[in-house]
């Protein structure tokens, strides 16, 4: 069930793989719609904040994109996934708390469960946007291999989703991928 409060326009739930650039979609899809209208959220961030209060860990420092969050990382899924089973929409309700801009992005959706959670919650103003990045160009990003991370299901759990409302190909060519993130512009701006 959705907390009471604001209820959105739109809903973007942003998916892929690890550096494929769901962040960074997220972010030029802000910078283009302004703060006032689009709100970016983390799901991870409501789990890493309770994580490292449980933990006695800096929640700070992992947030980041560092070695400090990278030691964590495994035991992180693991906790995370834990809390997941006993509350499938646990981290969903958190970040949607006190939300007031009319389009939410949420930049790290990574379950079914999370999808599910957000068409229950938000019905038809929900949309699913697979960003797609091909493996050389998310290695140029720094992605290696990691075992018992790329192969759980914060990686692959929506691997055979099914169809995806928008599909971002983000593998390094800037032209086309301004020419996708206009057409999701203008696609925000028709449900406003």
Aim: charged residues 30%.
């Amino acid at each position: 069930m959705a907390p009471q409060g604001d209820v959105p326009r739109l809903v973007l739930l942003v998916s892929g793989k690890r550096k494929s650039g769901k962040d960074f979609v997220a972010e030029a899809l802000r910078s283009r719609l302004g703060a006032d209208l689009c709100a970016v959220l983390r799901l991870s961030s409501p789990l890493k904040e309770r994580y490292a209060q449980e933990h006695g860990l800096d929640f700070q420092r992992l947030l980041g994109a560092s070695v400090y969050k990278e030691a964590y990382r495994r035991d992180m899924i693991r906790w995370g996934e834990e809390k997941r089973q006993a509350d499938p929409g646990f981290f969903c309700r958190k970040v949607v708390e006190g939300v007031s801009q009319p389009v939410w992005l949420v930049s790290d959706t990574r379950r079914a469960s999370d999808i599910q959670w957000f068409r229950e919650a938000y019905g038809a103003v929900t949309q699913t946007v697979r960003v797609v990045a091909l493996e050389q160009s998310r290695q140029q990003r720094g992605w290696v291999f990691t075992a018992g991370v790329d192969d759980a299901e914060s990686e692959c759990g929506l691997d055979n989703f099914g169809a995806f409302d928008w599909v971002i190909e983000n593998h390094g060519d800037e032209r086309h991928l301004e020419e996708q993130l206009e057409d999701l512009v203008a696609f925000v701006h028709s449900r406003l």
